[in-house]
């Protein structure tokens, strides 16, 4: 057993580690035997993973989450079947939580299972050509899902989705595609499950001719000079810290209100959970007092209509700015929106972006099992 745990960390490293796959605490991986599964915590950063982030489930009683009725009302839901995961644990020690796709994990019948959010996947997930392209490139080796709300709901449609197809062609998908949010990969070989993962990216790769430029561009002093009276700004309620980023593909977006319009909503889930559903852009230039004002409007307006501070500032020429209350995170919190232009430049090869709509956006807002995860990997 050691050793087949040690090799789900090789793997959960080997992703983990590579932005192009997960960002901080994105993800999540498994390994099942027929009595029972090991999944890595919800909040657990798969880059590196302590002996703590796997916790062990009983798969008797996993099971019985997939049959029982859980009722409609969404938040009594989600509380639920997180109540039935946490018993399912061999271990009641811990105050860790299993990840909220755990059942995806265990309904699908193979030793492996890594789950993750690639970019490029992505790309082509979070597009308006989502489903014919996937279906076209993957056919019958793959499972494509609509967009569904995370938790109980998605892991419905997905189990709606595998029964189908077992079925059909008398064993499970080696491959689900679930738009707007990422991949499962599963196999009883590790080995299989690097070549799938290769030979996913390597055929997506193919349709792709507008890459992202992130040639770098140097930080501009203007943004520098600026930055102590932005921090003011949005330091009224307690102090926060503030980083920079620019590059050619950054600037690209910021030309103008239609280029920010291709950035302005985010793609998946957790693009809310780091970096909220609105981004504040400034469409000034050249003068720094001008910037300087625009921002402060900005932001009284941005505050007065969301309800809260923008986590990432934009503007013109200069680059982004993350907003956080804790250093560590607004490097993740830039990371994450470099990611979501990314995939907004990606999607440009598959009929462009396609955001997620205003409901499925606030269900992820006042999804309480997000807000846990989030805290958990501040403490990480
Ligand atoms: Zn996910």
Redesign the pocket.
């Known amino acids: 057993m050691q050793t087949q745990l040690e090799i789900l960390r090789q793997l959960s490293k080997r992703y983990g580690t590579d932005k192009d796959y997960i960002i901080a605490s994105?993800?999540?991986s498994s390994y099942k035997t027929a009595d029972y599964l090991w999944i890595t915590a919800s909040g657990s950063f798969l880059g590196k993973l302590q002996d703590t982030d796997l916790l062990k489930l009983s798969r008797k009683k996993l099971a019985k989450l997939r049959s029982k009725n859980y009722g409609s009302d969404a938040r009594k839901r989600e509380e639920d079947v997180k109540n039935d995961l946490v018993s399912s644990m061999t271990d009641t020690g811990t105050n860790k939580r299993p990840s909220v796709?755990t059942s995806i994990h265990d309904l699908i019948e193979y030793a492996y299972v890594i789950?993750t959010?690639p970019t490029r996947v992505n790309g082509l997930l979070c597009s308006n050509q989502a489903e014919s392209m996937t279906k076209k490139l993957f056919g019958e080796m793959a499972l494509y899902v609509a967009y569904q709300d995370?938790g109980y709901t998605l892991f419905k449609k997905v189990e709606q989705g595998v029964l189908a197809f077992r079925r059909e062609r008398k064993r499970d998908p080696k491959l689900i595609f679930i738009q707007n949010?990422?991949i499962f990969v599963g196999s009883d070989s590790p080995e299989e499950i690097i070549r799938l993962y290769a030979m996913v990216d390597e055929t997506i790769s193919k349709e792709i001719t507008i890459y992202p430029d992130v040639s770098q561009r140097s930080i501009d002093k203007q943004i520098l000079a600026i930055m102590p009276e932005v921090r003011n700004m949005v330091s009224k309620e307690r102090l926060m810290f503030m980083k920079v980023r620019n590059h050619a593909l950054i600037e690209s977006y910021l030309e103008n209100e239609s280029l920010f319009e291709k950035i302005s909503r985010p793609f998946t889930?957790?693009i809310i959970v780091f970096c909220k559903s609105r981004y504040l852009y400034v469409n000034v230039e050249k003068n720094s007092e001008k910037i300087l004002n625009a921002l402060e409007k900005g932001l009284k307006k941005f505050q007065s209509d969301y309800g809260y501070l923008p986590k990432i500032l934009l503007v013109k020429h200069l680059g982004m700015i993350s907003v956080s209350d804790n250093e560590k995170y607004s490097e993740i919190i830039l990371d994450i929106f470099e990611d979501l232009i990314k995939i907004s430049c990606y999607s440009e090869n598959f009929g462009g972006p396609h955001f997620m709509n205003d409901r499925e956006v606030t269900f992820i807002e006042e999804w309480e099992a997000e807000k846990y995860r989030y805290e958990m990997a501040r403490k990480t």
């Open positions: 994105g993800g999540n796709e789950h959010h995370p949010h990422g889930p957790d």
